[in-house]
């Protein structure tokens, strides 16, 4: 007769209260009836372009819409957007546009240009940004005008593990590229029209990775004036809380000895695991209240008779300013040396195994244009704040927009409830909502690239602003 106790299970588990959710849904609700964006000051191009660049946009959404379908139906994950890449170049190739595949040492990064020195990838790799901030790009060949901006255009196409397109990256790739399509017909038909350099990067690894930092490294963004690219929600929004993100991997080494016998001769590595677990946690309540620290214990040990001698932590680490993520990295990283030191044992701390992320930088002349070309559209987009900056997340973009002056807005594709990165939003990014976002998109990108290009005051006062806010930095070397 077997001695073993049958096993016991409470499968019951507390509801998950959404109080606090439908708190914030109140404020929204409120703050939506009396909160109008500004828009924008300034002229942009002649409503003639607009009207010809809508019916542009409008005689390429049949096939924008089969290649969001597409590749929503074959997605893939971070690094390994071989097919997805190579269906995006092969719409440009039939466009008459030569793209580059496998640039700025990613394999899956694509780069194709009009304007400016030719339409050619390889154009771009002599333009630079000189001390006055004027591109050194030959503006003045195929319908270039002297003086003229570069922008770029940029589109995500990676996917989530297990849940595929549950962050809508294969809506955000067809409306980079019906955008840059349809500046490339203007211009095309009407060299004058787009009297500058236009550059459409396909980045690759957002999700988990900081794919456009490795870009940037190789060089991606040089001999740019400004970057756009929007990014599919429940809301429409000009402008929304990007927190910047860094991971920290910490490992204590202690010393194994027998658990009952001899406990006194070991130093518990997953007590020290533990103390850092809890420290972290309380010192969430003395951080700013859009900081976020997330923590997993991956190791502590395989048998409860052994005191462990090794034991590993996963962190997230994310705040709303460069400044702000670096004081908390240094706070974290103290908890766990007092944590090593508490428990006696060593520690090895490891950051950033793929580059960390910034937060975005908003340039808000970009962002009016970009109000304006939406509200043609039929969308009204949200100010900052009416949606609250504790619903933030990361993105890789928030390295580019330290580097150049960006935007990065939010175009409605599914009902506020339906949170990014899971198997619903995965469903909504291939509805009727996300095929209208995907043109409004594209023409909303389209625009304000366009209006820069026309607007010498506009792209003045783009650049101005730029360096008002702080100009570029050095992110590689800014944690350092």
């Known amino acids: 007769m077997s001695s073993q106790q049958p096993p016991r299970s409470d499968a019951q588990h507390s509801e998950v209260s959404t109080a606090y959710l439908r708190q914030l849904d109140e404020e929204r609700e409120a703050a939506m009836r009396t909160s109008s964006h500004p828009g924008s000051s300034f002229d942009g191009a002649a409503p003639a372009l607009h009207d010809r660049?809508?019916?542009?946009?409008?005689a390429d959404a049949p096939e924008m819409i089969e290649l969001m379908l597409d590749l929503a139906e074959h997605p893939e994950v971070a690094f390994e957007e071989h097919r997805s890449a190579r269906a995006i170049a092969d719409v440009l190739a039939a466009h008459g546009i030569e793209a580059q595949v496998g640039v700025h040492g990613l394999d899956t990064a694509i780069r194709a240009e009009i304007g400016g020195s030719g339409a050619s990838a390889d154009s771009s790799a002599d333009s630079s940004v000189g001390a006055d901030g004027e591109s050194s790009a030959d503006a003045g060949t195929d319908g270039g005008a002297e003086g003229a901006p570069a922008l770029a255009i940029l589109a995500e196409y990676d996917s989530l593990p297990v849940v595929g397109h549950g962050c809508g990256h294969n809506v955000i790739a067809v409306m980079g590229l019906g955008a840059f399509l349809a500046l490339a017909a203007l211009a095309e038909a009407d060299p004058?029209?787009?009297?500058?350099?236009?550059?459409?990067?396909?980045?690759?690894?957002?999700?988990?990775?900081?794919?456009?930092?490795?870009?940037?490294?190789?060089?991606?963004?040089?001999?740019?004036?400004?970057?756009?690219?929007?990014?599919?929600?429940?809301?429409?929004?000009?402008?929304q809380t990007w927190l910047g993100r860094r991971t920290l991997t910490v490992e204590f080494h202690g010393h194994t000895a027998h658990a009952s016998a001899q406990p006194f001769m070991g130093r518990n590595a997953l007590d020290a695991a533990s103390l850092m677990y809890q420290g972290v946690g309380l010192m969430r309540q003395q951080t700013p209240s859009t900081d976020r620290i997330h923590a997993v214990i991956r190791e502590g040990g395989d048998r409860a008779s052994v005191v462990p001698d090794h034991a590993r932590l996963d962190l997230y680490v994310r705040s709303q300013r460069p400044e702000t993520l670096k004081d908390l990295s240094l706070r974290v990283e103290d908890v766990a040396r007092g944590a090593a030191l508490m428990a006696g044992v060593g520690v090895t701390v490891r950051?950033?195994?793929?580059?960390?992320?910034?937060?975005?930088?908003?340039?808000?002349?970009?962002?009016?244009?970009?109000?304006?070309?939406?509200?043609?559209?039929?969308?009204?987009?949200?100010?900052?704040?009416?949606?609250?900056?504790?619903?933030?997340?990361?993105?890789?973009?928030?390295?580019?927009?330290?580097?150049?002056?960006?935007?990065?807005?939010?175009?409605?594709?599914?009902?506020?409830?339906?949170?990014?990165?899971?198997?619903?939003?995965?469903?909504?990014?291939?509805?009727?909502?996300?095929?209208?976002?995907?043109?409004?998109?594209?023409?909303g990108l389209a625009a304000t690239v366009l209006d820069t290009l026309h607007d010498p005051a506009l792209a003045t006062a783009v650049g101005e602003e730029f360096e008002a806010s702080g100009g570029a930095i050095d992110v590689p070397g800014f944690f350092d």
Do not use: C
């Open 53 to 58: 660049l809508e019916e542009l946009v409008a």
């Open 192 to 239: 004058s029209a787009v009297p500058g350099r236009v550059v459409f990067l396909g980045t690759p690894a957002e999700e988990g990775h900081t794919g456009k930092e490795y870009m940037a490294r190789e060089g991606a963004f040089e001999g740019l004036d400004a970057a756009v690219m929007v990014h599919p929600y429940g809301y429409d929004l000009a402008d």
């Open 351 to 443: 950051w950033d195994e793929h580059p960390p992320s910034l937060p975005v930088r908003t340039n808000e002349a970009l962002t009016g244009r970009w109000v304006a070309s939406q509200r043609r559209r039929g969308r009204d987009p949200l100010p900052h704040g009416v949606v609250s900056p504790s619903l933030a997340a990361s993105t890789d973009f928030g390295n580019v927009s330290y580097r150049v002056p960006g935007i990065h807005p939010v175009i409605r594709i599914a009902p506020p409830e339906v949170a990014l990165h899971t198997r619903e939003f995965a469903q909504w990014a291939v509805s009727e909502d996300a095929k209208s976002a995907a043109s409004d998109g594209a023409y």
